[in-house]
């Protein structure tokens, strides 16, 4: 055993144990972080600092959405900010600026600021872990948009919603277990001589 597979587990120990902290955080006071979400919603619109997102990401982000749901037969069409599905009479859903998932970016640049401190990991395999946790978070967030899309469609708008509040983000939780796991297995590398050889 070496002492830097020592060391490299307690810290994979100490990250997951940190993880698994803010999901319980989450679910205790999920009620009051929709709450907050909807205040800060209305404060940024208030001072119209949603409008770069809403008139550049928005439009991106609903075609890419559109893009996923094409296979299973939707027939999808970008109606200005609204997203267009079915075929003889299409259900309109409207993609906000305030589920574009900035709250997934959140969790992942929190985790990442922790799992990735420090220098027992070469400079690259960090830089490549970032960016498939970056990727994965955006392509999970799509998935995310496009399941609440289905749910809507075949449920109604407020079992989508409960989806859109609670599920989306054990679903992002749900990630991040599975990103680190990875990150930790086959992608984050240990720099040499950083530990001592124990016989």
Known sequence: MTIVSSKKFIFQKKTFIYIFLIL????MFMPFVTTFNDILTRVV???????????????WE???????????????????????IGKEQPFLIEIAWNCVGWQSLLFFVLTSWIGLQGDRYTNLSKVKAWLIGFLGTFLVNLGRIAFVVIIAFYFGQNVAIIFHDYGSTLAVLGWLFIYWWFSYSFVLETREGSGVLLS
Do not use: C, S, T, W
């Not at 319980?24 to 679910?27: D, G, I, K, N, S």
């Not at 619109?45 to 439009?59: E, R």
């Open 45 to 59: 619109m208030n001072l119209d600092a949603y409008k770069f997102i809403q008139n550049y990401v928005v439009p």
């Open 24 to 27: 319980v955080f989450v679910l």
């Open 62 to 84: 609903i075609r890419m959405v559109g893009v996923i749901l094409y296979p299973f037969g939707f027939q999808p069409a970008v109606v200005g900010e609204y997203l267009a």
